[in-house]
């Protein structure tokens, strides 16, 4: 591993990378640039926005919300701007009148480290821009400062996976028929 001097003085540890795993964005300067290299050479292995993010977390130790918008690479003003059309398009702000901003969209970003808790409609808008699972933009810290309230909104009973839910699905008018009697098939 090859260590550079951060601004603070503290060393940071950047794993060596192969010429043939460096993209265009790599040799531009700056965290900005080695964001785009990360989310390209990501995409490229078929790794979606939830790894992304995942790993965008892990390396730079952000807070999950503000790991999202970068996995998707928006800055604050464009992931507000989406939030509000996103906000119109449902119904739930058709005049636009309680707008998202880039400053606001921070704070809740930053919470509960600093910053202004989001509401439970806040968190399930930014799960729906972001295409994710409400719980993904939460972490534990998030889930010990939230209001019980709140908790029970977000938190529900885990689902059987698609496939055993569509097979109940497929065989429930079987398991009818076969309450009705044996053989029912059959004549």
């Known amino acids: 591993m ?15 990378e192969s010429p ?20 390209e050479r990501m995409r490229n292995l078929g790794l979606g926005y939830d790894e992304i993010a995942g790993e965008i977390s892990r390396r730079y130790r ?3 919300r503000e790991s999202y918008r970068l996995a998707w690479g928006w ?11 996103l ?8 005049q636009a009148r309680a707008g998202m901003t880039g400053p ?16 439970v409609y806040v968190l399930l808008m930014l799960a729906q821009m972001y295409e994710t699972d409400v719980l993904c933009l939460l972490d534990l810290a ?3 400062n939230l209001s019980p309230q709140d908790r029970l909104t977000l938190i529900r009973l885990p689902q059987p996976p698609a496939a055993i839910r569509t097979a109940r699905r497929l065989a429930a008018p079987l398991l009818a028929t076969e309450r009705d009697g044996p053989g029912m098939y059959l004549r």
């Open 87 to 94: 906000a119109a398009h449902e119904g739930t702000d058709p």
């Open 62 to 64: 952000l807070r999950p």
């Open 2 to 16: 090859a260590d550079q001097k951060g601004m603070t003085g503290h060393a940071l540890a950047r794993p060596r």
């Open 104 to 119: 606001h969209l921070c704070e809740h970003e930053r919470w509960p480290d600093g910053g202004r808790k989001p509401s």
């Open 142 to 144: 998030d889930h010990e």
């Open 20 to 39: 043939l795993q460096v993209s265009v964005a790599a040799g531009r300067k700056g965290f900005k640039a080695e964001l785009e290299d990360l989310r």
């Open 75 to 85: 800055s604050l003003n464009h992931a507000a701007a989406r939030f509000n059309a």
